[in-house]
């Protein structure tokens, strides 16, 4: 690693609005950040409004998750995220926050069936969806994969551990690496990723010994969720963050209970209405132009409301 890279300055401190002419967060960023041991965090998003205000608050990197496929669209699994959809969203995070660095996050058969689809789908998040890097779930046997996405120069992030997508295989969400025979193949999984030309790692659903052997084995930055805290970055989905999951994994801890002041809000805002006090203020006619108005509005029909 050069001096370049290890004085790339940190994501700005957080603020109002982005300071004008603030550098972005970049991979070369990240990268730095690693070098100075100083964590980074990451959190899931699927919207410009919110991507906005998460870069005001200094979070340095957007994942347009395929878990936007449950709570953004009401799927009960992340394999139905629709790729067109997946692609636009990240687009639209990107525009909201053009500060962070944002990840898209490649749907279930979206790069599976064929290296050339996977391609041609990866290349459209940097293209149409303004993407920064895709994320993949993969294992060593999509290093031929990953070597081919970066030849075409698509920054891929490898996710390990817990494969959500795989969840058909598994019978349901749960860890990985428990084993030791378990932990082993998910350790080579991340070191011949990173061989084939990886920039980033994600790590799911595993005990820290494995995290620390995946440290061991590895250069470039390790981001986490649900993975101990000795990883680089930290990712939750922003919805387990703010308490707006019915039921959060076990990793997720709320920071916020943002479900109930917006049910709060809402019942709120069904109770103004039936009182007919919407609040706000209103637009408003010169008299003379109400009165003409009223002399030129047809009569009600008989029966109507």
């Not at 550098?23 to 919207?47: H, I, N, Q, S, W």
């Not at 979206?110 to 940097?126: I, K, M, N, T």
């Not at 680089?232 to 997720?252: E, I, W, Y």
């Amino acid at each position: 690693m050069d001096a370049a890279e290890v004085s790339e300055p940190s994501p700005g401190k957080p603020s109002a609005a982005a300071p004008p002419g603030a550098r972005p967060v970049t991979l070369k960023t990240l990268r730095a950040m690693a070098a100075r041991g100083e964590k980074f965090a990451a959190l899931t998003c699927y919207d410009a409004t919110t991507a906005r205000w998460l870069e005001r608050a200094g979070v340095p990197v957007l994942l347009v998750g395929d878990t936007a496929a449950e709570v953004v669209l009401g799927y009960k699994r992340t394999i139905d995220m629709p790729l067109d959809v997946s692609i636009a969203l990240t687009a639209g995070v990107k525009r909201g926050a053009p500060g962070a660095l944002v990840m898209g996050d490649m749907p279930f058969m979206s790069y599976q069936a064929g290296e050339a689809d996977a391609v041609r789908h990866a290349g459209r998040y940097l293209t149409e969806g303004l993407a920064d890097c895709v994320k993949i779930e993969a294992d060593a046997s999509l290093a031929p994969l990953v070597a081919r996405m970066t030849r075409a120069g698509i920054p891929i992030c490898a996710h390990v551990g817990s494969k959500p997508q795989h969840v058909a295989l598994t019978g349901g969400y749960g860890a990985a690496g428990r084993t030791a025979d378990e932990a082993a193949r998910i350790v080579e999984d991340a070191a011949a990723l990173e061989r084939a030309g990886s920039v980033l790692l994600l790590v799911e659903a595993v005990p820290d010994e494995v995290t620390r052997c995946i440290l061991d084995v590895t250069t470039v930055p390790l981001i986490g969720i649900g993975a101990g805290t000795e990883c680089h970055g930290q990712v939750l989905v922003l919805q387990d963050l703010l308490g707006l999951s019915d039921t959060p994994p076990r990793f997720a801890e709320a920071v916020a209970s943002l479900g109930g002041e917006i049910e709060r809000a809402a019942a709120e805002w069904v109770r103004r209405v039936a009182q007919g006090r919407i609040g706000g203020r209103r637009y408003s006619m010169d008299p003379r132009e109400a009165r003409a108005l009223r002399n030129r509005a047809p009569e009600k029909p008989e029966g109507s409301l």
